[in-house]
């Protein structure tokens, strides 16, 4: 049985360890080592510091709502429609 449940995107953002004010950013380099290490730097042009961390920031996540939704009465129809 499928149940609806509202999601919440959220962007989680890592702070810069130096200055402590910029936010990290992934350059797209990957060090390829076991795990896999992602290269950033921050965001605060007087800061510029590069960073290696194993997760590439900045991220989207979803919030989910613990709380279940009701189908609308035609949502089978709509979801129908929507595939052909």
Do not use: W
């Amino acid at each position: 049985m499928e149940i609806l449940f509202s999601v919440v995107p959220v962007c989680v953002q890592f702070q810069c360890p130096v200055c402590e004010t910029g936010y990290l950013i992934a350059t797209g380099k990957k060090l390829m080592s076991n795990p896999p290490k992602h290269e950033h730097v921050c965001n605060r042009r007087l800061c510029s510091s590069i960073v290696v961390l194993e997760t590439a920031y900045p991220q989207l996540r979803n919030i989910v709502n613990s709380e279940p939704l009701e189908f609308p009465p035609d949502f089978k129809e709509q979801e129908k429609k929507a595939i052909n």
